[in-house]
């Protein structure tokens, strides 16, 4: 499992330099939902094998997931 958990984790230097594909805005590392968060957009880009998805088509409103 801890091998499982550790794909879904990205680098916190490539968080860093991530930004929101909408709005340019910061986003937040959600290790529970094994995503990135934009609170401005309220939108979730799922990280899979530890790449993020940054596509705004692909993101998951976060109303739809609380």
């Not at 709005?23 to 990135?36: H, M």
């Amino acid at each position: 499992m801890e091998a499982e958990e550790k794909k879904n984790i990205i680098d916190p230097e490539l968080l860093e330099i991530l930004a929101c594909p909408k709005c340019k805005g910061d986003l937040i590392l959600d290790e529970k939902r094994a995503g990135l968060i934009c609170k401005k957009c309220e939108l979730l880009y799922k990280i899979e094998d530890g790449i993020p998805i940054m596509l705004i088509d692909e993101a998951i409103p976060l109303s739809k997931i609380k």
